[in-house]
């Protein structure tokens, strides 16, 4: 049986080995923060690019940004719960005149906990593209939602809001689901369909301004 003097030195020597973990843990994480973050700025910067490529310049909207703290989108439509707007920049051309927005989502909808997307939105309300920042669904199901046949049904039309179907799009508003991956399918036209609901309720752009 340990002597008491014994029971304290093993306490002392697990409560410095647990101190030693964690401010190692907290240096690690430290010194990666900085990286990381500087890698995701850098794949949002060319996201943006790629789905307004008529844009020769992006910065934050600030006004619409501090719209969106606090903001529940659950609360413009029931579909919407469990989206996220992460940000939303002015797509400008070179003399600084706005051309659209890009917006930045989350959503917690997929089938593969949440996927993260941007997509540009002309001022003439025409999806300009969209690019995955985030994307980790199933292998040949869900992680074709990236593909340009897929995505491409998104672009270039006048549309508020979007609707997938399994049976054969037939009207603009209808999106053909991916064979095999419907949750994800939805789960990216809810996003997309989020975002141009906050868009167009909030800005004056689009005669919002909430």
Known sequence: MKSKDSLIKDAIMLFLITLISGLALSFVFEITKAPIAEQKALKLQKAN????????????????????SGLELGTLDG???????????KAL????????????????QSYDDSLSLVFGY??????????FTSLTETAGLGMK???PAFIGQFLNKDVRKFNVTKTGA??????DAISGATITSRAV???????ISFVTEYSEEFGGGR
Request: hydrophobic share 40%.
């Open 49 to 68: 690019q790629a789905v307004f490529v008529t844009a020769d310049s992006f910065e934050t909207d600030e006004g619409l940004m501090a719209k969106v």
């Open 79 to 89: 579909d919407y719960e469990g989206i996220t707007i992460d940000e939303v920049s």
């Open 93 to 108: 051309n070179s003399e600084g005149e706005l051309l659209g927005y890009n917006v930045s989502i989350t959503t917690k």
């Open 122 to 131: 002309s001022k003439a309300g025409v999806i300009q593209g969209i690019a």
């Open 145 to 147: 939602a990236a593909d």
């Open 170 to 175: 037939a009207s603009e508003d209808q999106i």
């Open 189 to 195: 036209a809810n996003a997309v369909n989020a975002g």
